[in-house]
């Protein structure tokens, strides 16, 4: 995501989210930023899901360096003749985002982002055991208004491994407003890849403050049908 700001001498307010494609931007040392939201997907034509709120916690701990901590309270509504709702804590994450290198002329700035999923949720979304999760993620910029962030990444889901990628270019106007258009997917072990597309709007309020919303549908059938999300992210003053 491109920095977004309202002065040129406040501190930059990078979030990661609503994208997919979490680039290297690193919450500074000593600041903390709280992400939250509220997500809506279909999945197909009898399963939709619910998450709210997800909340991501970001804490500089040094320069390049923050501490993550993620989970969210899930809601999935199966239908089949009759509606289900099974409602419960999904799995807490624990990790780090690790600052690799800054960006040079065509060398793109790029971080790792390491996270445990524990085995800490309700029944029905708890892993069986501790399930890391790991990513690369790079940023270039275009232009003074835009740039291109993308992110490979591995892990484990439901204890079978798991190829994820994501891709966005995001454009800011006016300083406070930036829109974004991204592709992302993912490939678990024996199963189909699934691909989707997403388009978002981000809105600085204040220097510490940016609220967004954003929606996206599949681009196979394997994926999930559609989606739509919005929330904010905050950073407490140092």
Do not use: C
Request: charged share 20%; aromatic share 10%; glycine share 10%.
């Amino acid at each position: 995501m491109l920095p977004a700001y309202a002065q040129q001498e406040q501190e930059e307010l990078n979030a990661d989210r609503p994208d997919n494609s979490q680039g290297p931007g690193i919450v500074s040392r000593g600041y903390v930023q709280l992400e939250a939201g509220y997500n809506y997907q279909k999945l197909n034509d009898r399963i939709r899901t619910y998450a709210y709120p997800t909340a991501l916690l970001r804490v500089g701990l040094l320069q390049g360096v923050e501490l993550r901590v993620q989970g969210a309270v899930k809601d999935s509504v199966i239908e089949n003749g009759t509606s289900r709702h099974v409602k419960g804590w999904g799995p807490l994450s624990v990790g780090t985002k690790v600052r690799l290198w800054e960006e040079s002329g065509w060398r793109p700035e790029a971080a790792i982002n390491a996270m445990l999923v524990l085995p800490v949720a309700h029944e029905l979304f708890k892993p069986d055991n501790v399930e890391p999760q790991f990513s690369l993620g790079f940023s270039n910029a275009l232009s003074e208004t835009m740039d291109l962030s993308y992110n490979l990444g591995y892990g484990w889901t439901d204890g079978e491994p798991q190829r994820s990628y994501g891709a966005n270019i995001t454009k800011q106007f006016m300083d406070k407003v930036s829109l974004y258009l991204e592709v992302f997917g993912n490939k678990g072990k024996g199963e189909p890849a699934e691909h989707q597309a997403d388009l978002g709007i981000l809105y600085l309020l204040l220097p510490n403050l940016q609220v967004d919303i954003a929606a996206g549908r599949r681009l196979n059938k394997a994926a999930p049908h559609h989606f739509f999300t919005t929330g904010l992210a905050f950073r407490l003053p140092r």
